[in-house]
């Protein structure tokens, strides 16, 4: 295995994080379509109340880590009365990519709570045997 990609044995940073988790705090799976367009996988995840800035994304050839948090702090003040909660969702998911991919070509972008990534397949690669 190179030296970049990614191994389901690799203990990452953000993990590490989710096992830190306090009250208030939410992890979840982002729901994700992976589509095949020909040349190209287009994926798509769902990260509703998500932040642009606040998403994280790693790929190698054979998968891809979408990482995302989310704070929300609500407040009600009225006379005799307070009332304060904070909460907090992560979202993780490390997607085992049906085909190899090119890292270097995968764009993304991030609207409406939807999350689209767009990579090109790396073209087949193999050798002919001949038969003696």
Same mark, same amino acid.
């Given at each position: ?8 044995? @690799? *203990?990452?940073?953000? !993990?590490? =994080?989710?096992?830190? $988790?306090?009250?208030?705090?939410? /992890? &979840? ?24 800035? @606040? *998403?994280?994304?790693? !790929?190698? =050839?054979?998968?891809? $880590?979408?990482?995302?948090?989310? /704070? &929300? ?60």
């Amino acid at each position: 295995m190179k030296k970049n990609e990614l191994s389901p044995f @690799d *203990i990452d940073p953000i !993990i590490k =994080k989710l096992f830190e $988790i306090p009250m208030g705090f939410i /992890s &979840k799976m982002p729901a994700i379509d992976i589509i095949d367009k020909d040349k190209q996988l287009l994926i798509r995840a769902d990260l509703p109340g998500v932040d642009k800035k @606040d *998403i994280k994304l790693k !790929i190698d =050839k054979n998968s891809l $880590i979408i990482a995302a948090t989310s /704070s &929300k702090k609500q407040e009600n003040k009225k006379e005799y009365y307070y009332y304060s909660e904070r909460r907090s969702t992560s979202y993780y998911r490390r997607i085992a990519l049906p085909v190899p991919v090119v890292p270097e070509t995968a764009k993304a972008k991030f609207e409406n709570g939807t999350l689209e990534i767009i990579v090109d397949k790396a073209k087949e690669e193999g050798k002919d045997i001949e038969i003696s």
